[in-house]
């Protein structure tokens, strides 16, 4: 079973930056892409970046283009992902998800039900 573990969120006002942490460690192998997704309150769960783990692409939603990166570490037995979070607004107040897909060749890379590990979520908060 993959373990997956957030950190580093908080609360920031507008035009603020945050970076997230999260490390996917235990029978990692096979796992090949990484996210982080967001839910807010009365909201679905969404796609925000992924990164493929074995060459480094990633996809981005287009509300968080240009603002938002993530970066991954490999390391022996774990996958370490970060999301630098700039120019931070209201609206991108939410739950933020890492989550971890296994085996996973298809295409919806940002798509919540390609992911099979799930970490237990870091809140960020903006305010105006």
């Known amino acids: 079973q993959v373990r997956v573990v957030e950190s580093g969120g908080g609360s920031v006002q507008a035009g603020g930056s945050l970076r997230l942490s999260c490390v996917a460690s235990?029978?990692?192998?096979?796992?090949?892409?990484m996210g982080w997704f967001r839910q807010a309150p009365g909201k679905e769960r969404e796609g925000v970046a992924v990164?493929?783990?074995?060459?480094?692409?990633?996809?981005?939603a287009d509300s968080v283009k240009g603002r938002f990166t993530i970066s991954q570490d490999n390391g022996k037995n774990s996958v370490t992902v970060y999301l630098q979070m700039n120019s931070l607004k209201p609206e991108d107040t939410a739950m933020y998800y890492c989550?971890?897909?296994?085996?996973?060749?298809?295409?919806?890379?940002?798509?919540?039900?390609?992911?099979?590990?799930w970490g237990q979520g870091t809140q960020v908060t903006v305010s105006s």
């Open positions: 989550a971890a897909a296994q085996n996973y060749y298809g295409d919806s890379w940002l798509v919540p039900q390609k992911y099979n590990y």
């Open positions: 235990e029978y990692t192998y096979g796992i090949n892409h």
């Open positions: 990164i493929h783990t074995g060459g480094g692409t990633t996809r981005y």
